[in-house]
């Protein structure tokens, strides 16, 4: 059979009997901080990873002409336009 039954196991609903808990108590410690240790170190490649590809600013060096206040106030219109158009 796939399942056999295990001496650490319940039979019947199948968790473990108070002997494989007790031989598991001392291991529990040391396996937390080592889970800790892991995410740490992989929560922090990802956090350095992302704040270094977010850190770039590729348009910084493209001067932006300025605009007057009659372009500006077309543009604004024409966007009032185009956001009503999709409303409807």
């Known amino acids: 059979m796939v399942l ?6 319940d039979t019947r609903t199948w968790k473990m009997t108070p002997a494989m808990i007790r031989a598991r108590q001392p291991f529990f410690r040391r396996n937390m ?4 240790l892991l995410l740490g170190v992989t ?3 990802y956090f ?3 704040n270094f590809l977010h850190r770039d600013n590729d348009f910084a060096d ?7 206040e009659e ?3 077309q543009l604004k219109k024409e966007y009032e336009v185009l956001k009503a ?3 409807k």
């Open 4 to 9: 056999d039954p295990s001496r650490y196991q």
């Open 48 to 50: 350095y990873t992302y």
């Open 85 to 87: 158009n999709k409303e």
């Open 33 to 36: 901080i080592g889970l800790g």
């Open 43 to 45: 929560g922090g490649v």
């Open 62 to 68: 493209v001067p932006v002409p300025p605009i007057s």
């Open 71 to 73: 372009e500006l106030a």
